[in-house]
Every structure is written in structure tokens, then in C-alpha cells.
């Protein structure tokens, strides 16, 4: 007995290896999943939930949402420049804090009071949590992990990420919802948080990565204003964050009229909407496994290109259009959501190329790719409450397309560096050919 645990023990970590899953941040990963799937319980309902809660109107809701974003947005850059110099463990501490405390006065005090003004204070503040939290996550691995796996590595990051906001989070909220409630399902976010949150700082506080990755003397001031420079020292990292910002600006658009299309004017309903989102993430996870994978082998920059940009052009449009035509046939939403979803992953290289366009800036590049997942969270939204107006949803849909296809254009000046190609023992041509 005690030969086949050793055994056991020992195809164990070859079995992560060959998975690209780096083993000392294994745990870290579980409780990145957990702290997603609870942060995006709400992502299905949010909108509606604070129109009837004190927002008073969607545009009222709408401007919450935003307003998160840009917290959120605020978040996702300072958890890159931040990590360098107080390092990735304690950002993320500081990330689940904030979560946490600001979902109870949310929860406990805003809600009830259906203050507006309250609502958007303690909502909007809670933004800083998930970025820092997820985001510094991302910093420690790559801070950690091999070179010639950061394709894999940086795949199970967005398996985990998009695995909870907003996949299984919805399927819980789906669940939970018409038992105990609306509002009652967002206290089962927040112990799901909390539960994730330990987890993962537990699980991962020896692992290579978590401490000052800065140079001694380099001053938070110093960092922050680093982060923002390199974009303009280095054009191609900040072209790269436009590019991330792209990626996912549409998906947060589409979260804020797509409720009303499928679950009211299609007659789906909230549960229907919120299994569309389900299926959509579904896809999506396991997309990023897949395509981190292959962009190690196929080029990061073509796996970009042609699945990342030009694929979520036409699955947009597919997304909306489509169930248009067909009218009350689900399975055809459900099929569309699952292609929008496999599109979104072809973006996974991006965090590959933005951690090695700028070679020696590793973190400031990452706070820059950062700061372009969260301007995601309220230019998409702010697209919608600025022409949904004036040409309607259809209308929206073909803008975000047209954003995919100049994202699709720009990938080809996202060059790596020959000597930082040679570094990561890749062919230089695969890294910088388009």
C-alpha cells in the first residue's frame, strides 16, 4: 500500500507538469476559482437588481455599473505596480479586505437604505477588491513560473478567472436565486469569497513569486509612475492594452442590454439568460486551456490574431444577430454564446506578449496589460449607455465587432524583443512573426 501512494505521489506532479499547471501555485488557482465564482454571482442580474433597489432607472444602474468599472479599472493597474513593491501577497490580502468589507456595508446598509448615493459609494469602492486580489494572482505567476510555459501557465489563470466571473457564478446564482432570492444570494457571494480568498493565500504563501519583485530603492511612487510611462517609452505595451481592453469590453457591454434581449423581449427569462452566460463561460474555460496551450506551438501572436480577434469579431455579431432571426429557439442562443465564449480565450497570449515587450519592466508591463482588463469593465458599458440610444443594440453589437476586427489589425506591432525570444528559449520567428 504504502508503494502505490509513493507511486501515486510521484505521477502527481508529472501530471501537473505535463498540464502546464505550476505546482507551487496549484492551490492558488483553486482559490482563484472560488473567489470568481463568487465575485460573479451578480454579473448575470446586477443591473436589473439596482434599478429595483435604489438606481431607480437602468440608466441609473448603468452609471453604477460604470463607475464600478472605473474603480475596477483604478484596481487593475495599481495591483501590477503595486505587486513590484510590496509583492503579490500582499496585494491580494489587501484585494479580499476590501472585497469583503465593502460587500457587507453594500449588503448591510446601502441596499436596505436604497440610498443612491450610498449604493454607489460602497458598490463602486468594492471595485478595488477582485482586481487586486485576481490580478496580483496573475503577477506572482508570472513572477514564478518557467519561461517556456508561461503560455499553459497564464491559461489556467484565465481557466480560473473566467471558470467564476462569470461561468459557474452565474450557474450558482441560477440556482440560488429562485430559492432564497436576489438579495440573499449576494450574502453566498460574499462567504464564497471569503472562502476562495483563504484558499488561496494559504495555499500558495511559500511559492517563488509572492514577495518585492522591485529593485531595492524603488519607491510605490516610482512604480506607479513607471507603469504609466512605459506607454509611452514603449508604444507596443500600451498598443497591447488597448488590445486587452478589447478583449473583453464587449462581454461587459453585452452584460448590461443583453438581460433585457434574451430573458424579457426573446422571452428566455432571467434563468435562461443567466444558463446563456453559464454556457457561454463554460466554453470560454476551457477555451483558455486550450488555446494557451496551442499559442506555446502555433505562435502567440497568430493564435492572437486569427482566433482572438477575428473569431470574436464574428461571434459577436453571431451572439445578437442570430437568436434575432431564429427568434424562440434556445438551443440556437446557446450554441452562439458557446462560440462567443471559445473566441474570447483566442486572446489568452496577450499577458504572454505584454510580460515580454518590455524587457527588465516585467511589472509595469503587467500593471499596463491590468489596466486594460479593467478599463474593459466600464468602456464596454459606457459604449452602451452612449449609443444604445441612438442606434439600438444591434447597432452596439456592430461597433464592438468593428473594435475586434482594428484589435485584429494592431496585433502585428506587438513585437517581442529577438533577445528576449532567445531568453525564453523560443524561436524568434514564431514570437515576432505576423
Known sequence: MSAQLAANSSTRPALLDRLGLPRPLAWGFVGLLLFMVGDGVESGYIAPFLASHGAGTETNAAVIITAYGLVVTLGSWLAGALSDVLGPRRVMLFGLAIWAVFEVLFLAIAVPSQNYTLILLCYGIRGFGYPLFAYGFLVWILAGSPANRLGSAVGWFYFAFTGGLPTLGSLLASGTEPVI???????????????????????????????????????????????????????????????????????????????????????????????LIFTMGFANIFANLFFGVLSDKLGWHRTLRWFGCIGSAASSLCFYFVPQITGSQYWVAVVCAAFYGVTLAGFTPISVLMSLMAPGQKGNSVALLNLGAGAATFVGPLIVAVFIGLIGPGGVTIIFAALYVAAGVAVRWLQIPETEADKNDTRASELVGV
Open 181 to 275: 432570492g436576489e438579495y440573499m444570494t449576494l450574502w453566498v457571494s460574499l462567504i464564497t469569497v471569503i472562502a476562495g480568498g483563504v484558499i488561496c493565500l494559504i495555499g500558495i504563501r511559500k511559492a517563488k513569486g509572492g514577495g518585492r519583485l522591485a529593485a531595492p530603492g524603488v519607491t510605490a511612487r516610482q512604480s506607479i509612475i513607471s507603469s504609466v510611462s512605459i506607454a509611452v517609452k514603449i508604444p507596443r505595451v500600451g498598443l497591447g492594452c488597448l488590445i486587452r481592453v478589447v478583449n473583453t469590453a464587449p462581454q461587459f457591454g453585452f452584460l448590461v442590454f443583453l438581460p433585457t434581449v434574451f430573458g424579457t423581449q426573446l422571452g428566455f427569462g432571467t434563468a435562461g439568460w443567466l444558463q
